[in-house]
């Protein structure tokens, strides 16, 4: 959290946001009638709603691993921090001989416990960490639309990425004995797309 | 037929592309200095270098080797003049010896990007190097000793 | 003293030459006789006995019955040779015996390496190899000089006559001391003329450790040598029904697929090629009687057995008069796990059958076992068999196993294939192949009088014999006791006048073993704990009590004083942090630990400093102590914090370094200093007396810095973690 030296104000944000949002789902939820937006459509519930969907991803072993609030990735459907005491190191692909590339081949080698392998395997650097870990939805969404802290990526870009890049795209090919995060990969894709396309509202 | 070179000399080597770097090392070249220990990158007895950065060779095919420059313990030098080498003897590190290979190849990399490491620079740096006889607090001691000899090297 | 005396281990090497029987060949009281390789040595070499070669330029080759497995006999033994000899040392090489009765144990009779035996059983044996060596060669110079032997002195390889001022090297003395008679009487040096022993001294093997020319059998290469793995029953005691190799043949490289005892082997031009014909088998497994077991069900199994009585091992007064007439009873139960010993260079052989013959390169532990059993293997007699022994990449027991099966399952399939072989467990068939440190249940009563004196201590221990079934037992199970499963309780130096020790040894078809430090691997853990429970539950200072009942140990009371007075015991701590103490005896060493912990909330565990006093009698180079030392408390933490083999539904749950794990560079204590105590008295093993003190010494702190009590290994985050 000592990232986030406004957290005074977020706070703030937070609560005014949870409140808008309490009242949204009161309004919506009898009888459920609320009609869906049109897709391009500015829609701030369901941005939301698109979202939260969305956010079980990010915070799955297989997304999350990669995106720690510290300088460790992390391992496991557990996310214990990863054996060998391996660190983010200058430019978040390892350290020393401890770089990514000594175990993480270009693919997944067969068999359980294996390290798995992409095209590139390597968590964000330390300039540009882009923690999953630890985030609400509320904050993972706001980073996400911050180009300060989401990798310099415009909302189009965003939802390039989630849709064809080949190290997210392995959170769905992880290897034997890998659990899969919630969504398919379209489903994901077509969820942030959504978030975007209805005006990128954040939940809370 | 795939080319590879180790410690400078080329060879053209007729193997399944997937086969482990490791056993082409030690089954088709005669280099066993590079140990088998796990099999699956955890315990880093295997360890060469790859156009300079480590690799553990028991997970790495040997395809992403072609065209590159292998450097296995028997590159490292064979007269025991890297200091590494020099201070692994003058501390006399190695128990029963067989992590040894692998963990110089890792402190090689250790020191040449980092020529003063602290404790927690070797930690970090050597953690993936398991050594069953705990031979630890002599790999830390040398590794300090490599780099003092290094910086005296340099001075002269 | 007790009715049952467990047998001392010395006692054991002292008798098991004749207990071993038919295993064993004949004893060679003449120690000093040349061996075969020896007496075939070229005429210009110096070679007096089987133990040392002169060469003409002056290299020194003492040969070694004993293996090196990083407990670094490649060079103190050469040491106490030299010392003797006076040679110089920079000449001095080492070599690896072949098998031959004269590198038999001088107490065991075999030819092996274990038991933390090593120096002080070949100690007066090389100490004598060397002087005659020296005694020849100062008789030659002598000669060649006409002068009297006794006005010669020797120094460096050389041989001096200080009146004429004359010098000869004992190259150059070589060919001429070979055609001299060994003397009937040599005298040794006084102890305190040593100029090598006892002065740390590099050792022989670390070049060759830090170029990769160290030769493991692993690395042993032979023409048109083939490469095999065995697919072995998944369950312990369980055999192949049938196996379909149609696949695995197809695959290119796989030459050959045949059935052993053990399992199936598949044969390839290589060791991955190998793997992917093994992993093409189709086999249909009779899993035997341990499917379906787990270790949950031994547990309950164990913990039931621990309510009765077992076999008595030691019973001193009345422990149940003294229990109904206590203030205060303590009652606990201990539990530690199988153990692998997960040497670094996975289990391996080559062997190479012919017809009339047979080569073995092996880092064996047991060379004439291993011996006898590859020539059952082959067919052929022992003298047919040439046994090679090579580094060991780790052995702690392991590569030292009465059944041999590590070297006749390499000889079957050779045979079978009619070829070279090289025989690779995987890394998963080692960890999951058994022979494992048995676990342990133990449950304990101790009884406190009003004054806190310990009055009472009941100890019914749980565990599988690891002699039982082997050509040992006759000798080490006596009255139903295995010796080793008891040892480090059952003879326990607190003077503590009630006192009863009992065993179960249920039998299993899980494999067990030796490991490093035995007995002592899991009694010194529960022995040492339940003191300091005792002590505590007395309110009394766990170091103070036992200087107390030490009063008639006074080599535990020395080591256990340095340890404490070195760790600052007593003095302040920084808050969190606790001190823990622990002394114990084995193989005849003495060895005192302090451990300094800290644990957060989570349960994360730090230990800061381990400060370790050991009395191991006279030493031969002292930094290799130092070095055994570091790195016992190092394997003794990596048991304690991490290791763990389990069982469900039959199978060995662990396979590799991600689930039995090592502890790594950075999980070490922060501080291991080794303090040696100066000592003249009877001399000790060091290999293994390092292990037994650190679980305790690091569980005893914990206690005292979080009041957490650590009765089960290894310990457990929850364990530890504030409620």
Known sequence: MKKYPARKTLGVACLFAALVFVSFAGAASPGGTASPAAPSAHDDVGARRAFTAAYGVFLHPRCMNCHPSGDRPLQGDDSHPHAQNVQRGPLGDGKYGMKCGACHQKENIPGPHRPPGAIVWRLPPPKMPMIFQGKSPHELCEQLKDPARNGGRTLQQIIEHVSTDKLVGWGWDPGEGRTLPPLSREEFARGIKQWVEKGAACPE | ?156 | MSATPAVSRREFLKTSGAGAGSLVLALHFSTLAPSEAALAAPASEFVPNAFVKIAADGAITVIIGKSEMGQGIYTSLPMILAEELDADWTRVRCEFAPVDPAYNHTVFGIQMTGGSTSVWSSFEQLRKAGAVARAMLVQAAADGWGVSAAACRTEKSFVIHDATGRRAAYGELAAKAAAGKPPAQVSLKDPRDFRLIGKSVHRLDTPAKCNGTATYSIDVNRPGMLVAVVARPPVFGGKAKSFDATAAKSIRGVKDVVEIPRGIAVLADGYWTACRGRDALKIDWDEGPLAGYSTEKQRAEFAAMAKTAGAVARKEGDVTAALSSASKILEAEYELPYLAHATMEPMNCVAEVRAESCEVWTGSQLQTLDRISAAQAAGLKPEQVQLHTTFLGGGFGRRAVPDCHMVVEAVQVSKAARAPVKLIWTREDDMRGGYYRPSFFHSLAGGLDEAGNVIAWKQTVVGQSIMAGTPFEPMMVRNGVDGTSVEGAADTPYLIPNLYVDLHSPKLPVPVLWWRSVGHSQTAFVVESFFDELAHAAGKDPYELRRTLLAKAPRHLRVLELAAEKAGWGSPLPAGRGRGIAVHESFESFVAYVAEVSVTPQGELTIHRMVCAVDCGPVVNPDTIEAQIEGAVIFGLTAALRGEITLANGRVVQSNFHDYPMLRIYECPQQIEVHIVPSTEKQGGVGEPGVPCAAPAVANAIFAATGKRIRRLPIRAQDLRSA
């Open chain 2, 1 to 156: 037929m795939l080319t590879l070179v180790v410690n400078g000399k080329r060879s053209s080597i007729d193997v399944d592309p997937d086969m482990p770097l490791l056993w082409v090392l030690r089954e088709h070249l005669g280099l066993t200095g590079t140990k088998y220990g796990c099999g699956m990158a955890q315990c880093g007895a295997c360890t060469v270098h790859l156009d300079g950065e480590a690799v553990r060779s028991c997970v790495t095919p040997v395809s992403r080797a072609a065209g590159k420059n292998v450097t296995t313990i028997e590159g490292l030098s064979a007269d025991l003049s890297h200091p590494l080498q020099r201070a692994w003897t003058e501390i006399d590190v190695p128990q029963c010896g067989y992590c040894q290979s692998g963990q110089l190849m890792a402190a090689a990399v250790l020191l040449r990007e980092n020529p003063h490491p602290s404790d927690a620079d070797i930690d970090d740096g050597m953690a993936g190097n398991i050594c069953r006889c705990g031979t630890y607090p002599r790999i830390r001691r040398a590794i300090h000793r490599a780099a003092a000899l290094m910086a005296e090297g340099k001075s002269r």
